[in-house]
């Protein structure tokens, strides 16, 4: 079993400034794709950003210029840097990763959800 932990949300005025993070931890042989997604209410969980093992990025368009992902392979932990924030990043923010296990089956994890609230 493997379990995600997020954190790192939270309040924020727009324009600013926040940074999440996201650490594996149970079974873990190897970690592939991790990213991260967003709920907003009443609307469908979309993707913000992913990284690969080998650190190759994709961002939703919405987001590009403004955020930073990355990972520390050796700590299980992906990152989101998330700069100039606006009103309509608010969302709940889940981490999800893409992992091998010592049996070299591979599953999907998610994270809780942490909060990101920007106000205008």
């Known amino acids: 079993q493997v379990q995600l932990v997020e954190s790192g949300g939270g309040l924020v005025q727009a324009g600013g400034s926040l940074r999440l993070s996201c650490a594996a931890s149970g079974s873990i042989f190897s970690i592939n794709d991790m990213g991260w997604y967003r709920q907003a209410p009443g609307k469908q969980r979309e993707l913000v950003a992913r990284i690969t093992s080998g650190g190759r990025t994709n961002f939703a368009d919405s987001v590009k210029g403004r955020f930073t992902i990355s990972r520390d392979n050796a700590k299980n932990t992906v990152y989101l840097q998330m700069n100039s924030l606006k009103p309509e990043d608010t969302a709940v923010y889940y981490c999800?990763?893409?992992?091998?296990?010592?049996?070299?089956?591979?599953?999907?994890?998610w994270g809780q959800g942490t909060q990101v609230t920007v106000s205008s």
């Open positions: 999800n990763a893409n992992v091998q296990d010592w049996g070299r089956s591979s599953y999907v994890y």
